[in-house]
T-cell receptor
């Protein structure tokens, strides 16, 4: 299994509070991603990173920010959590080998509940 | 924009029966294609992938998928389903950009139930 650790695995927080989720990898992969999974929507990309301090928005980035100060860590921050951000969050990593993108490897997920 | 359609939200099959899960994509060029499986409370595991070449792809756990360019489809099959195959299955695509960011677009998933 790819070395991806998400923390925390479960969190309950109150509306309006800031929340930070952490993704840590030991594979030295260049690309890291945050997805959210909601019933009936599959997985949707929030933000991704293509290198240290290089990040970009995905499909559902409103209300989220990210940071990547080291290759191995990718942080997702909800500045002011809302109930609509209750979801399961997955981190993923991938790498370019030659001219091919390899498959993405996923973490175990973080279940976030905003009350 | 690229999109992935999995027409079946939920499929129930008997153990030992054959299985086919459908996936259609909408994209100008042939994307890279993937099937992932997710067991309850778990992350996603790659079953198989198609980049180019032979259109019949073998994966783990006895699964295979066939790419059909004319139908923009990448259907997942298994000849004999086991109770442990009960899970949710996701089809995903990535544009064939080679180098560059790698943004998976997922279908909404098909939940598979297996009757003993």
């Amino acid at each position: 299994d790819a070395g991806i650790t998400q923390s925390p695995r479960h969190k309950v927080t109150e509306t309006g509070t800031p929340v930070t989720l952490r993704c840590h990898q030991t594979e030295n992969h260049r690309y890291m991603y945050w997805y959210r999974q909601d019933p009936g929507h599959g997985l949707r990309l929030i933000h991704y990173s293509y290198g240290v301090k290089d990040t970009d928005k995905g499909e559902v980035s409103d209300g989220y920010s990210v940071s990547r100060s080291k290759t191995e860590d990718f942080l997702l921050t909800l500045e002011s959590a809302t109930s609509s951000q209750t979801s399961v969050y997955f981190c993923a990593i991938s790498e370019i080998v030659g001219t091919f993108n390899t498959e993405a490897f996923f973490g175990q997920g973080t279940r976030l509940t905003v009350v | 924009a690229q999109s992935v359609t999995q027409p079946d939200i939920h499929i129930t099959v008997s153990e030992g029966a054959s299985l086919e899960l459908r996936c259609n994509y909408s994209y100008g060029a042939t994307p890279y294609l993937f099937w992932y499986v997710q067991s309850p409370g778990q992350g996603l595991q790659l079953l198989l992938k198609y980049f180019s070449g032979d259109t019949l792809v073998q994966g783990i756990k006895g699964f295979e998928a066939e790419f059909k360019r004319s139908q923009s489809s990448f259907n997942l099959r298994k000849p004999s389903v086991h109770w442990s195959d009960a899970a949710e299955y996701f089809c995903a695509v990535v544009p064939p950009t080679g180098a560059g960011s790698y943004q998976l677009t997922f279908g909404k998933g098909t939940k598979l139930s297996v009757i003993p």
